[in-house]
């Protein structure tokens, strides 16, 4: 009982150091996000609190974080903009249509959960998820680049001289931190991206560097700071959207591609964290407070949000494995909105742009240049698709494209494995044992290896080592014995599923004629004792 005891305090201290260390990262990056969105930071705090809390309590992927993130921004931009134009010069409806947009997402993403699309997730091949998690760990990497640019007079520019070398020799300082800190055995279990951060941030303020800090961040962007109250209801959103046909005609493309995105990068990071924590979470719960999350950000002014895979590697690298490292995450980001805004906006950009490069290095897969020359062509060239189309274009596309690369070479594949083995019976009749499936993309091979015209009067064609597998798979089939029929000789199918049979039989009555119900299987036998025969098979 102590040991438990030991044990359940040891994690809730993990979790809460975690969840502190997450909520300083989450600032910068909701505030960004709120910007290529072109709304107010406080819009993409908010959805950072709200979709944070309310996935860490019922998502089901315990130890994963989500909030406000890049592959929604960049949408949400376009529908913004349109927004503003739809309503009369100076009226800004732009936001209004996000919130709705955002709580149809919800909506489409709960319905998803419901009908247990979730579980669709495991058809995504392992080069497609290594691809995945590359083009993440460059697109996080080229996002934490603009931190070293400063605004003058409106523009952007590169931080030059004593400027750029401090920047530089801050994010190295907490780059070694995180990196050495765990080597020490007596700080093992110490959160080295929170020491980081707070030694970093202490030296900087301590000997007055001039950096960037949160604040300025804040400030270059247009925002005013990172003080805020309570999110309140966005009741008006209701009265400025018209509900018209037109209204639901504009925001339904917007808040089915936002559901998309969301879901996928969300359950895709799922099945890293259950990778990296050897444990399962459970999708189709996670879609359900993924869109619940989102309902209630839309309808309290957030921008909505999705599972954070940097943050979320931030967590589980220090020690977040409970559904506690999350709701302090998001209850620890409210508090630096309402109390704690003057002394989180003093954080130099530099400490935190240092915990994201180790997230970089800690998420881009390293094996992927060891098995260039030990995986498949068509493998190695789905994980650089994915990886570069998730860097040029969003999550999405770049996962949908891998997936319809990957299956296609899959179908070419076996389409080329049908074979036809053919010997003759002592009474003249030709046997075809069919090997491999029969499919769609096997059908054209598969005729080919029948000869109609030259076969004798009595054809036998045995299914015991292939499998039928689609209705056009059952019309080749259907059409093979017509022919047969058709010139005057008689056919006989053997070892054909009890599915397959059934829908021959459906499709014609002299399909019980043809097809011969062997119970005999020519090929599978019993041992007669069992446990000798599999004793004697691990002894071999």
């Given at each position: ?294 309902i209630v950000t839309g309808l309290f002014g957030g921008m909505g949000g999705c599972a954070m895979i940097g943050q979320s590697i931030i967590n589980i ?224």
């Amino acid at each position: 009982m102590t040991e438990f005891i030991e044990k359940r305090v040891s994690n809730v201290r993990n979790d809460v150091l975690s969840g502190i260390t997450v909520a300083l990262a989450l600032v910068p990056e909701a505030v960004a996000f709120a910007f290529v969105a072109g709304v107010d930071p406080l819009v993409g705090l908010y959805a950072a609190f709200m979709v944070g809390l309310i996935t860490s309590i019922f998502g089901g992927r315990p130890g994963m974080i989500s909030g406000a993130t890049g592959a929604l921004a960049v949408v949400m931009v376009t529908l913004v903009s349109e927004g503003n134009a739809l309503g009369e010069p100076g009226e800004n409806l732009g936001l209004y249509y996000l919130f709705a947009t955002v709580i149809l997402m919800g909506i489409i993403q709960i319905l998803a959960g419901v009908l247990k699309l979730g579980k669709f997730v495991r058809l995504i091949p392992h080069p497609v998820m290594m691809g995945f998690v590359n083009g993440l760990a460059i697109v996080i990497f080229i996002s934490q680049l603009g931190m070293f640019q400063k605004t003058i007079e409106g523009e952007k520019t590169w931080l030059q001289g004593s400027q750029l070398y401090l920047m530089i020799g801050l994010v190295a300082l907490t780059m070694f931190i995180m990196w050495g800190l765990p080597k020490i055995r007596q700080a093992k279990k110490l959160p080295e991206a929170l020491i980081a951060i707070l030694v970093v941030s202490t030296i900087a303020i301590l000997l007055k560097f001039d950096v960037a800090t949160v604040g300025s961040f804040i400030r270059d962007g247009g925002g005013t700071g990172l003080k805020g109250g309570f999110p309140t209801l966005k009741l008006e959103t209701f009265s400025k959207i018209p509900f018209t046909w037109d209204s639901i005609v504009f925001i339904f493309p917007y808040a089915l591609i936002l559901a998309a995105i969301g879901l996928i990068e969300s359950l895709m990071t799922l099945n890293l964290i259950d990778d990296l924590t050897e444990t399962r979470g459970n999708g189709n719960k996670e879609c359900v407070a993924q869109g619940s999350a989102n309902i209630v950000t839309g309808l309290f002014g957030g921008m909505g949000g999705c599972a954070m895979i940097g943050q979320s590697i931030i967590n589980i690298k220090g020690g977040g494995r409970g559904r506690l490292s999350g709701i302090v995450a998001a209850v620890m980001l409210l508090l630096f909105i309402l109390f704690g805004a003057e002394y989180i906006e003093q954080i130099p950009i530099a400490a935190l742009v240092g915990v994201m490069f180790m997230v970089v290095i800690g998420t881009f897969a390293w094996s992927s240049f060891r098995i260039i020359n030990k995986i498949p062509k068509t493998d190695l060239f789905v994980l650089i698709l994915v990886s570069t189309l998730t860097v040029i274009f969003d999550l999405a596309i770049a996962v949908i494209a891998g997936v319809i690369v990957s299956a296609l070479v899959f179908s070419w594949e076996n389409a080329t494995r049908i074979r036809a083995r053919k010997r003759m019976k002592d009474d003249g009749t030709k046997i075809y044992e069919i090997w491999g499936p029969l499919f769609f993309g096997s059908i054209s091979a598969f005729n080919e290896k029948f000869d109609v015209k030259n076969d004798p009067d009595v054809v036998e064609i045995d299914f015991i080592e292939s499998r039928v597998s689609d209705h056009s798979a059952l019309e080749a089939i259907f059409n093979l014995v017509e022919k047969y029929e058709t010139a005057g000789k008689k056919i006989h199918l053997k070892h054909l599923s009890e599915e397959c049979k059934e829908l021959l039989y459906k499709s014609n009555p002299k399909f019980q004629e043809v097809i011969e119900e062997a119970v005999d299987d020519p090929r599978y036998h019993l041992a007669a004792n069992p446990e000798k025969f599999t004793k004697g098979l691990f002894e071999k």
